[in-house]
């Protein structure tokens, strides 16, 4: 048997693989390969995590598949680097503010271009047979004693006892890439230790260990994210001692941990992110450590509005509801406008998150104020807006960093996107119209509350009001015909980016409340016509 053992581990580490290969390393039927002898037989052969990138890259755009999904609006900038980079096989330093999609980035390249690994079952450092030279794993399935023949850490202690334990028998199961990626958020409490690990004294206490045997091993996040994508947020955070502890990965691929003698290897990609105002401040990271970060790629808000309102969908936490287009348009608006904006500290930024927060509070406003109480789908309107200031996040610049301040801000922020939105509906309705519904406003009032419905019995409820005035309600059609098909355009373009918005399908459940919707939107707008059709008291539109 002994004899057996190295026959056939000499036979399959010497021998070309006997599969194919549908991703990077991994056999076609690789679900079906579940135990040590499995891989032996087929002369399996560890692809590294680098590899596995750029291989996989290469499929992708070979297909003209899609390489980074949910990554949206960096198309002509940041994804030509990424692909530079890991065709590249470079480590990578993000660089932008905060709410960029920086650890998103990251994250997706784990999820879709890191292929499944073998490893043994329960293994914390993804621990793959194949890990082992021939001699050290033939070693083991002999029972042999492990003579540390050369410093390294090739598999954990528990990963050997299972060797030894079920020999060819040794269970496999294959982790995919989003389980072989390690975030850690550079803070003041993290330690050289959590990094790269450290000589337990417990376990040389309870398992009676000498001191360098690898069996006081606790491994740290670096080894944890063996075989995989290893990701270090906000690294100028890190102070310099922690800095110097990443410095030999980068450069030789392996690290030592205290007076440990052993060399581990992690065999990871390394990736971090920076905000700009600490990568450019000199002292921030380390020169050694900047300089073998071979990619250095900026990253950026969304451009465009429409890019920007399908990450702020697709991010997102909502309950079924409707959203009606120009709602997603206006707070969209308010965002970018707070990012011109010269009252608002720009070196900080204002994150896409914020988009994304708000929105989950304008449903959770409408469900609030209309849809449990009676029972009707949440439809966000103009009228529940402010309620976003409870989620809006920037520093102010110019003006005293008061709550009084900040709503002011806040506020006109608010205003200003409100009004782009609603004109952009109106501005093409004939003059002759505006000045029949100016009329018809002479001696009425026209109430608006959130509380109130699209349509009930209550002579207060919109549809009621409306029968009051004719033009109106007719140009609230106009508009409701108008944005159907702009709602079904956003969706069938959100589709192209594997964005499907439910929230975003119209139902007849939201007729009544996405009428009540368009109707605040057009009363809004006639406020800012010119010349003026109506203005706004004490929650009543009134002849201007």
């Known amino acids: ?66 390489k980074y999904p949910g990554i949206i609006g960096f198309d ?74 050369s410093p390294r850490f090739y598999i954990d202690s528990n990963s050997m006892e299972m060797i030894r334990n079920n020999k060819l028998e040794t269970p496999i199961e294959w982790i995919p890439g989003k389980d072989r990626f390690k975030y850690v958020l550079a803070t003041p409490d993290i330690s050289v230790k959590d990094l790269v690990g450290q000589i337990d004294a417990m376990k040389i206490i309870k398992k009676g260990t000498e001191l360098y045997e690898i069996t006081s091993y606790s491994s740290g996040q670096l080894m944890q994210a063996k075989h995989g994508l290893f990701c270090i947020d906000e690294l100028p955070v890190l102070d310099t001692r922690k800095q110097v502890s990443l410095l030999s990965v980068l450069q ?49 808000y969304p451009k465009t509005l429409n890019d920007e309102m399908i990450i702020v969908v697709q991010e997102s936490k909502i309950p079924k509801s409707f959203i009606p287009i120009f709602m997603l348009k206006a707070l969209v608006r308010i965002i970018q406008n ?9 070196d900080k930024g204002v994150s896409v998150r914020t988009g994304v927060h708000s929105l989950e509070l304008l449903v959770g406003e409408a469900e609030r104020t209309r849809s449990l109480s009676h029972n009707i789908l949440p439809v966000p309107r103009p009228s529940d807006i402010f309620c976003i200031e409870q989620c809006v996040k920037f520093e102010l610049a110019e003006l005293d960093e008061t709550a009084e301040n900040r709503q002011k801000t806040l506020k006109n922020l608010i205003t200003i996107a409100m009004k782009d939105t609603s004109l952009e509906y109106i501005n093409d309705v004939d003059q002759n119209i505006l000045e029949i519904i100016k009329k018809e406003f002479i001696g009425k009032t026209f109430v608006v ?53 439910d929230t975003l399908e119209f139902s007849e ?36």
């Open 76 to 149: 002509n900038d940041v994804i030509p680097s990424l692909d530079r980079a890991i065709l590249s096989s470079h480590d990578v330093i993000l660089v932008g503010q905060i709410g960029q999609a920086k650890t998103k980035i990251v994250q997706t390249i784990a999820e879709n271009l890191l292929s499944p690994l073998p490893v043994i079952r329960g293994s914390v450092t993804n621990d793959c047979p194949m890990d082992l030279p021939a001699h050290e794993l033939i070693l083991l399935l002999q029972d042999g004693t492990n003579t540390m023949s």
């Open 449 to 501: 509350s959130q509380e109130i419905l699209g349509f009930n019995s209550m002579s207060t409820s919109y549809e009621n009001q409306l029968q009051n005035f004719k033009s109106l309600s007719d140009l609230v059609d106009k508009i409701y015909q108008k944005i159907l098909p702009e709602q079904r355009e956003f969706v069938n373009q959100s589709k192209k980016y594997n964005v499907y918005p």
């Open 252 to 300: 030789e691929g392996r690290f030592t941990t205290g007076a440990y003698p052993v060399i581990f290897e992690p065999k990871t990609v390394f990736f971090a992110t920076a905000n700009p105002i600490d990568y450019t401040h000199a002292g921030k990271i380390i020169e050694p450590l900047y300089d073998r970060l071979k990619s250095h790629i900026h990253t950026h």
């Open 338 to 346: 707070a990012r011109s904006s010269h009252e608002i500290n720009q």
């Open 509 to 544: 459940m939201a007729h009544h409340e996405l009428r009540a919707a368009i109707l605040e939107l057009i009363l809004d707008g006639l406020c800012h016509v010119e010349p003026k059709i109506l203005d706004r008291k004490e929650g009543a539109y009134v002849a201007a």
């Open 1 to 66: 048997m002994t004899q057996d053992f190295g026959n056939l581990v000499n036979q399959s580490y010497n021998s070309e693989p006997k599969y194919t290969e549908i991703m990077a390393g991994v056999p076609e039927d690789y679900k079906q390969i579940r135990t040590l002898r499995d891989l032996l037989e087929i002369n399996y052969k560890i692809v590294g995590a680098k590899e596995q990138l750029r291989r996989n890259l290469i499929s992708k755009i070979k297909k003209n598949a899609i």
